[in-house]
């Protein structure tokens, strides 16, 4: 099983619709972010997250909500899909700072969503 | 704020051969990382190679390599003997080691990578 793991992997709704985008990780880290990768643009951080009091938000967070449910639970919502929130978005962790830390993120397999 | 540029939207290569993506940045950090990350066409991303701006001798991962010029802002990857399995999208990113909430990844745009047979 992965250690990051996305659900669903791939979605198509409807402009409007309310849609759940979630991540589960085994690894326990403390840090938790949500990305969005569109075709030209890169990965842009939408929140993130270092523990489950802290949440913040990243360069394109309008539009987007989340919800930190505990250390292993990072959750993306989209009150209200519009066409322009589609796009393949990913959830990464990271471990906590320290001597040891390697700075590295650790990535989901990715959700696609698809908004019509 | 950090940005990443990775100048080159698209390369491709020969099998066996050398191809270098490059990669620049803007920071008044002095304390950074540097990554550059594969993404195959299965989108899973995937570090490829790290490098701490405090250490001068550039990384390497066997066929991978990095040249990276701290007063230039210049991070460049080398790729050595290139296999089918290279053909990717590659993102340079940035990350602050300074201390508190800066521990955020800044993406380049990419750079599909196709090595041809």
């Known amino acids: 099983d992965a250690d990051v793991t996305q659900t669903p992997r791939n979605r198509i709704t409807k402009t409007g619709k309310r849609i759940m985008l979630e991540c589960s990780q085994t690894k326990g880290h403390d840090r938790m972010y949500w990305y969005r990768q569109d075709p030209g643009l890169g990965l842009r951080l939408i929140y993130y997250?270092?523990?489950?009091?802290?949440?913040n938000k990243g360069e394109i967070s309008d539009g987007y909500s989340v919800s930190r449910q505990a250390q292993a639970k990072f959750s993306l919502s989209l009150e209200s899909a519009i066409p322009n929130q589609t796009a393949l978005y990913f959830c990464a962790t990271s471990d906590p700072g320290g001597p040891n830390w390697t700075g590295e993120l650790f990535f989901g397999e990715g959700s696609r969503l698809t908004v019509l | 704020a950090q940005t990443v540029t990775q100048s080159q939207p698209e390369m491709s290569v020969q099998e066996a051969e050398t191809v270098t993506l490059s990669c620049t940045y803007d920071?008044?950090?002095?304390?950074?990382?540097l990554f550059w990350y594969k993404q195959p066409p299965s989108r899973q991303m995937i570090l490829v190679i790290r490098q701490e701006a405090y250490k001068q001798q550039n990384a390497t991962e066997n066929r991978f390599s990095v040249n990276f010029q701290k007063a230039a802002k210049s991070f460049s990857l080398k790729i050595s003997d290139s296999q089918l399995g290279d053909t990717a999208m590659y993102f340079c990113?940035?990350?602050?080691?300074?201390?508190?909430?800066?521990?955020?990844?800044?993406f380049g745009k990419g750079t599909l990578l196709t090595v041809n047979p």
């Open positions: 990113a940035f990350m602050k080691r300074s201390g508190g909430s800066n521990y955020k990844l800044t």
């Open positions: 997250s270092f523990d489950v009091k802290d949440i």
């Open positions: 920071t008044s950090e002095n304390n950074y990382y």
